[in-house]
């Protein structure tokens, strides 16, 4: 599955990521599903998600005032989530679902990981072998990738294959 993300949504992940850092950001991805794959319009980060450095959880309550919002608009879809894991002492975050990320993957839906670095030397953004994309954003070291329900049904997941012009024609440094 190919997963194209925006110029918007890949800005307010990142911006997420690197607020919490430390600790964990959560939030939805909003767009629309295409022949090819999604197309991730904007993602939306949880104000009221419980962050810890090793978890993150959303607020059961908001989250079902904001689907009922989300329910009448009729241009974008919820189409899954992201969240982030991050460097805690001498453990680098990894770019990967965990047991209970893989659970929690309702079908037909997707989940964006940024595992957040702190960075050793300059990387420029670039689309990586496994699908996912990576690069630096000034200190930290940022790989994101995608994930989706296996073809069993089974809470067995797929990568994606991101996409995101935007991010691979930056220069931060």
Known sequence: MVIHLSEMAF???VLAALEAFRKETYGLLLGQKTQEGLVVQYAIPYQTAERHTSWVSRNEVAHTRMENFLRNLHHLNLIGDFHS?????????????SAMDKKGLASNDICLVIALNKRQKYQPWKSNIDGSLSGTVEEFFVKIGGWHQGKNG???????TLVCPFALGSGWK
């Open 11 to 13: 800005t307010s992940m």
């Open 154 to 160: 089974d809470h067995s997941s797929a990568r994606g």
């Open 85 to 97: 894991h991050t460097q805690r002492g001498g453990s680098d975050a990894l770019c990967r679902l």
